[in-house]
């Protein structure tokens, strides 16, 4: 299959990988596939052959991982800032995707063999016509599939995407779907691009740059961060060893950050509940601290009734992004 | 530039010192971070120590300074050392991206607002835990964490992350040549 390489591990590699797989695990994986253009001026070759090379790493990165059992991955291969450069840059990039999107499509039979699931997140209108048909065409065709994930950011930024998300629930709110107070992080996390994704473990930058380029800033704010200074078209198992290393290293703490600010996220919650209630209960006419069995009746029933207003808007918004891409395949049909 | 410490237990005097430096070299914005909130709600004891290494380190050696930019006429503005400083925690993130987004929601519900009126850079503007700052150019994360543990999120999209095994007992040097790996980044900025 020409997006994730076939074969298995070799000897060494299986060895190692059992050794690691006796840790914890990273259960989603995030890459910034970073030195394709270096790599090409390094070894003498056109920057298109450095982008193509780049692809072939990125299969054979994602038979590694589905090899290590990491089953959900996510790559940023086009940033809405990479328009910027050259027209003949990135009409050769737009050139690779529509290639490399409709080999997928010809890959069906094995893509259902997989169980591999496509999501293309972006702002998905900015692209080519052709290409929003291929996409389209591919993430309909694997939506059910669940045996492992392949994320691709492509005409992303992840200020974008947290616009994005907000203007969705300004959207939820204008068609009365939503009340103001209903916006919460969690609701914000369930409206990004990336919603049906648990956060990345671990986020991989290759060729040596430190920092985030606008990529996953929501979703990796508790990730484990690697720099890794190999240029991506070289990576190897042993890069991603080590990242998986550095994952297992800084595990317990991370969890124990994550645990603590989900738990501070989840006493304002209440706290914010709480002041709501009163508040209802002073226009009720009631006095704010005196039936406690009123302020928990009438909590739980806010309670109940937000979480209504946010299934009916969630549902609504899946309506509105499924019609998104279906639309697209009809023109193409 | 932001002082990102992932160490549990942080120091005030050594974080002091890395602020005090920070305005010696000309760093107008600096933001001090940690996960669990700790300077912040001890801004007080911190903006102490701070006053009190002010007066150690630039003291002493304002002479000295004054000597360095006095062929360059500035010895005004290094005497007065104009920098603004931050303290930050996680509620300056996420969370006020979160209300940021329901402030805009609530004009949406009155009508002042439509949803398509809400871009990048409105959202940007509407940000308030960081008013007058600009994005940090560079982050020091001090501590074994691999992560910036919640640290404005929005905010880094190009920041550079530089970091260093800790901030206790930081010297001057460790300090000044994390600058020097900093200035020799490159920024391509997507082209």
Known sequence: MSWIREGELTIIERFCGNIIKAGPMPKHVAFIMDGNRRYAQKCHVERQQGHSQGFDKLAQTLRWCLNLGIREVTVYAFSIENFKRSKEEVDGLMDLARQKFSRLLEEQENLKKHGVCIRVLGDLPLLPLDIQELIAQAVLATRNYNKCFLNVCFAYTSRHEISNAVREMAWGVEQGLLEPSDVSESLLDKCLYTNNSPDPDLLIRTSGEVRLSDFLLWQTSHSCLVFQSVLWPEYSFWNLCEAILRFQMNYSALQKARDSYMEERRRQQMERDQAYVTKKLQQEGFASHGDSQRRWTLLQKCTAMREERIQGFLQALEHKREDFFERLCTVSA | ?191
């Open chain 2, 1 to 191: 530039m932001g002082l990102v410490v992932t160490e549990e237990e942080p120091s005030y005097a050594d974080m002091a010192s890395l602020v005090v430096w920070c305005m010696a070299v000309g760093i107008s914005y600096v933001s001090v971070y940690d996960h669990n909130g700790i300077f912040k709600r001890n801004n007080s004891r911190l903006m102490d120590e701070i006053l009190k290494q002010q007066q150690e380190l630039l003291g002493l050696d304002c002479s000295k300074y004054t000597v360095e930019f006095a062929n360059q006429d500035k010895a005004d503005q290094v005497l007065n050392c104009q920098s603004a400083l931050k303290v930050l925690s996680p509620e300056d993130g996420k969370a006020d991206i979160v209300k940021a987004a329901q402030n805009f929601c609530q004009l949406v519900a009155q009508q002042r607002r439509t949803y398509t009126d809400l871009d990048v850079n409105v959202l940007d503007n509407l940000l308030s835990s960081t008013n007058g700052f600009p994005d940090p150019d560079l982050v020091l994360k001090f501590g074994p964490v691999d992560s910036t543990l919640g640290f404005l999120p929005w905010h880094i999209r190009l920041t550079e992350i530089i970091s260093l095994p800790s901030h206790l007992n930081i010297s001057y040097e460790d300090f000044f040549s994390a600058l020097r790996h900093y200035a020799a980044c490159e920024q391509r900025w997507g082209k």
